[in-house]
Structure formats: C-alpha cells, structure tokens
C-alpha cells in the first residue's frame, strides 16, 4: 500500500513560481503529477521513474514545470515557473508499483494510488 500526501500549494500571480511536494510511504515505480481544473478532466502534467529519474512531460508545461524526487527523503516535487492563469486547477500526486502503463502515463487509468490533491491558483 502506497500512501501520498502532497503539500505547497497557494495562490500566486501570473509569471510566479510554486513548487508542490508529495511525500510517499513505500515502494513505488513511477511518480507522476496530474491537475483537474473545474469543469475538466484530470490531465496528466508530468511523470517519473523512481529508479532512473527518467521524466516526460505534457506539452502544455514544457519547459516551465520540473519534475523531480529525492528517494532518500521519499519525496516526490513539481516546481512550477512562469504560471498562467490556466494552470489553475487542484493538483494530484499519482503512483504506482507497475512497469507496465509508463507510456500511457498520462490516463489516470495508468496509476493505482493517488493523493488527496492541492489547489493551486494563478490569478491574472
């Protein structure tokens, strides 16, 4: 059983920077961040291997978002840069014990365990 718990989240204006972190109990494969804005569905933001660090990215977040962990903390961070106004939405860490699904990361099918979410607002 995998546990998340994500934290940072807030309020910032457009051009700013958060980072969020997810902290994790036990063995997980690959690490990912989702978000679901009002009204949409949840997207896939970025994934990671938790052995080789390997990442990939939406193309909506390229090149602003970074995501990263510290296995020797259990942590899982996605720091966030040049925010806009559409990158509101509540936040979920995702994880998951398989090798298998890695390429079809960003369906929330692909992932068995999920945190609690983290609202992140970008105001203009």
């Known amino acids: 059983q995998v546990q998340l718990v994500e934290s940072g989240g807030g309020s910032v204006q457009a051009g700013g920077s958060l980072r969020l972190s997810c902290t994790r109990s036990g063995y997980t494969y690959r690490m990912g961040w989702f978000r679901q804005a009002p009204g949409k569905e949840r997207e896939g933001v970025a994934r990671?291997?938790?052995?080789?660090?390997?990442?990939d990215y939406a193309d909506s977040v390229k090149g602003r978002f970074t995501i990263s962990r510290d296995n020797a903390e259990n942590t899982l961070y996605l720091q966030m840069n040049s925010l806009k106004p559409e990158d509101t939405a509540m936040y979920y860490c995702?994880?998951?014990?398989?090798?298998?699904?890695?390429?079809?990361?960003?369906?929330?099918?692909?992932?068995?365990?999920w945190g609690q979410g983290i609202q992140v607002t970008v105001s203009s």
């Open positions: 990671i291997y938790t052995g080789s660090g390997s990442t």
């Open positions: 995702a994880a998951d014990t398989s090798s298998l699904g890695g390429r079809s990361w960003f369906k929330i099918v692909s992932w068995k365990y």
